[in-house]
């Protein structure tokens, strides 16, 4: 399964695809989601409602994002792979961070939720056949395609990851 192409990707989404080391988009996934699980289970509980700036989200906003942008990104990859030619809108992760609630859920629920969606996402991925990795659409007004975001969703959390380490621990 090689890596995408990205002359088939948004610009906005390379960075994200750069920081995924395997080439391979099942071993990436499947590896990312434990080490991913203990970096979370590891934040001390104190750290978690933590905003490094003022307007910034705390590590719980930072993880419904996450959440929920695997959802979106996911239903992409699935439309993709169904040859669905409608467009799909974008999100504004901003808006969806402000009215989340985050700071009101119980952080081992989060992570559960995380395992959940994340599993769900494994499972579809790995049903996709190398037509429907190639498969492509419109999301947010420009052309992608399923394979590469898979690999945009691995390079998202690594991302936060990254994010979270440098500015909030």
């Given at each position: ?10 610009d ?38 933590y ?28 439309c ?13 992760e ?5 009215n989340?609630?985050?700071d009101?859920?119980?952080w ?16 579809m ?45």
């Amino acid at each position: 399964m090689p890596r995408p192409d990205l002359t088939r990707v948004p610009d906005f989404y390379h960075n994200y695809i750069k920081q995924v080391e395997e080439n391979d988009l099942m071993e990436a996934l499947t590896k990312q989601t434990p080490s991913f699980i203990q970096f979370l289970k590891d934040i001390p509980a104190d750290k978690r409602d933590y905003r490094y700036a003022e307007g910034k989200w705390t590590i719980k906003e930072a993880l419904q994002h996450i959440i929920d942008a695997e959802r979106i990104f996911a239903y992409r990859g699935l439309c993709f792979a169904r040859k669905d030619t409608t467009p799909l809108p974008s999100f504004d992760e901003n808006s969806y961070a402000a009215n989340s609630k985050a700071d009101k859920r119980n952080w081992e629920e989060l992570v559960e939720e995380f395992k959940a969606v994340r599993k769900s996402t494994e499972i579809m991925f790995g049903s996709f056949d190398e037509e429907q990795l190639e498969s492509a659409g419109t999301a947010s007004g420009k052309s992608n395609y399923s394979r590469a975001i898979g690999f945009i969703l691995v390079g998202h959390v690594n991302h936060h990851v990254k994010v979270i380490r440098e500015r909030y621990m």
